[in-house]
């Protein structure tokens, strides 16, 4: 079979080859009351939590763990500075703070920490951890179920089952004051790698195979075997336009035949692009954190070996690994995020070779672990940079997770951290793996306070010099006798994008985005709710 991957304008030619691409309780105060981290009603539950998927009450011993946020005394003063700090022209822009500056200018309410510390203490829930902004707790649902008078049920999701509370939790009156957000109440299925998507191509040569193709020597088919060519032709160029597709006919949409698909660029192709090399710039004196789940217990000599090979310095890493990840994660669960933090922590390697790279590894793949690094991260600013290759589709979270991330991200920009996140590999989400019905983004990069950060094709010439870059977009076509079908092509992935259905339009979108852009009319959505951005993923990591 043939097959041509149009993205780019480059063909992948390969023989035989399978693209990859309520009950009472609550405190000791009598009296309940609704709160929210700006007041009147913000609950929502996620829309897969339908009546239709629900199978009952959870088991109430299943151990659930949940962070709760501390509200700020003025959160709108927080939004802000957010927002100034990162404005040019503003009397604030660039004026960073220091974690105590932070924690004095925006205080939390008075006596916040120490007053849901002694609730959680007077209800019997463990804690686990505690910083001057949150503190980790581990319960059962039953108590939660107890304590905030809700029920949490199973519900059919996504061809697992995964839980959901099914009204908005309540706080004892002279408590919800204090509370911004509480995570973990709902699971959404685990954050996964977004490596594991199709349109990933997984080598599986040898050292050596691999060792040829990283420092240019011979061509690296997509189809990972080690041959020089196919049939006299190579099956991919070193450089974009190496290699004509001669004998292929040009691809749907093109009036001349391309070059054959890059094998895959080395590091000194990458620098020299993209203007690295002839700054003089290495990432010295730059701490970058990489947040992914779990931790790859061979990351120092696989990164040894990438670096060996093609000729970078040795990595400065450190490593943040939890004492334990959470009992019910499974060592399948774990191993498929190794990939992907190989990835992450190569390609910072290879643009920043002297920086120092601090990788933080969640408790599990849940979303309410991978935010417990980046509050860690704003807590003692420990890292000028921070690289998050994963998310969750929007649609599918509750907005206590939205709330507690704008808080740590707008630390973050008060700070001067910039969180980066992937915008998936999957498009809009309307076709490929986990397709919904409607055009979605992901979070947390479709956070106004988050940059979000989209897959692109790059053509790099003979010289290292770049030539050309688009959005990265895939679509295979079979041939036909001697043409390429032009119907029925193949989705093979692509960067994320669109509007957001939570987030509203930020300041520095509106002078830059067309307004029909920002807005979107497929989906149902909050009044004013919504904002064009660049994407993001599925709590998958993505390479």
């Not at 160029?237 to 290699?243: D, K, R």
């Not at 309410?368 to 921070?386: C, G, K, N, R």
């Not at 409607?438 to 790099?460: E, M, Q, S, Y």
């Not at 006798?481 to 987030?503: D, I, K, L, Q, R």
Request: hydrophobic share 35%.
């Amino acid at each position: 079979m043939l097959v041509v991957v149009v993205g780019g304008g480059a063909i992948a030619l390969s023989k035989n080859h399978q693209g990859a691409a309520g009950s009472t309780g609550g405190g000791t105060n009598a009296g309940t009351v609704t709160t929210t981290i700006a007041g009147g009603s913000s609950w929502s539950k996620p829309s897969w939590a339908t009546p239709a998927n629900d199978l009952g009450p959870a088991d109430s011993g299943t151990v659930v763990t949940g962070t709760v946020y501390f509200a700020k005394a003025s959160p709108q003063s927080l939004d802000q500075y957010a927002v100034a700090v990162g404005t040019p022209g503003s009397a604030d822009y660039h004026k960073f703070l220091t974690p105590a500056e932070f924690q004095a200018q925006f205080v939390n309410q008075t006596n916040a920490g120490p007053a849901v510390t002694q609730w959680v203490r007077q209800n019997h829930m463990t804690i686990l951890s505690q910083d001057s902004e949150s503190l980790v707790v581990r319960t059962t649902v039953g108590k939660v179920d107890s304590v905030l008078k809700i029920r949490i049920d199973r519900f059919k999701h996504d061809g697992r089952v995964d839980l959901s509370t099914t009204s908005q939790p309540q706080y004892p009156a002279d408590i919800g004051q204090y509370i911004s957000a509480v995570t973990g109440l709902t699971t959404t299925s685990p954050v996964l790698p977004s490596y594991t998507a199709d349109s990933v191509k997984k080598v599986k040569g040898s050292a050596a195979t691999l060792k040829q193709m990283l420092s240019a020597g011979r061509s690296f088919p997509a189809d990972s075997k080690a041959q020089a060519n196919d049939g006299g032709r190579l099956s991919c160029s070193q450089y974009y336009g190496e290699y004509p597709a001669t004998g292929y006919p040009a691809g749907p949409g093109a009036d001349s035949t391309p070059p054959t698909a890059v094998c895959g660029y080395n590091p000194d192709q990458l620098r020299s692009a993209y203007g690295v090399a002839a700054s003089g710039l290495d990432g010295q004196g730059v701490t970058i954190a990489v947040v992914d789940a779990f931790a790859s217990p061979t990351i120092a000599a696989d990164v040894a070996r990438y670096d060996s090979q093609t000729g970078l310095p040795p990595l400065n890493l450190t490593q943040v690994v939890p004492a334990h990840f959470n009992s019910d994660s499974t060592a399948s669960d774990a191993k498929g995020w190794y990939t992907e933090e190989t990835l992450d922590i190569e390609a910072l390697h290879t643009m920043a070779p002297a920086a120092h790279i601090v990788y933080y590894a969640a408790a599990s793949d849940s979303g309410s672990d991978l935010d417990a690094p980046l509050q860690a991260i704003v807590e003692s600013h420990s890292a000028e940079l921070v690289s998050c290759s994963w998310g969750s589709l929007e649609d599918v979270g509750e907005k206590a997770d939205f709330e507690a991330e704008t808080q740590i991200f707008e630390q973050g920009a008060a700070e001067g951290i910039t969180f980066n996140f992937s915008t998936g590999d999957n498009g809009d989400f309307t076709v490929g793996p986990n397709a919904t019905g409607t055009p979605t983004v992901n979070a947390p990069a479709d956070n106004p306070f988050a940059t979000a950060v989209g897959g692109t094709i790059l053509g790099i010439g003979s010289q290292g010099q770049y030539q050309w870059e688009s959005g990265w977009g895939d679509e295979a076509f079979r041939m036909e006798g001697n043409s390429w079908a032009t119907t029925g092509g193949t989705f093979e992935g692509a960067g994320g994008g669109g509007a957001s259905a939570v987030f509203a339009e930020p300041p520095y979108q509106k002078s830059v985005v067309p307004s029909g852009l920002a807005t979107t009319a497929v989906r149902p959505r909050p009044p004013g709710c919504c904002r064009m951005c660049p994407c993001w993923p599925r709590r998958t990591p993505r390479s």
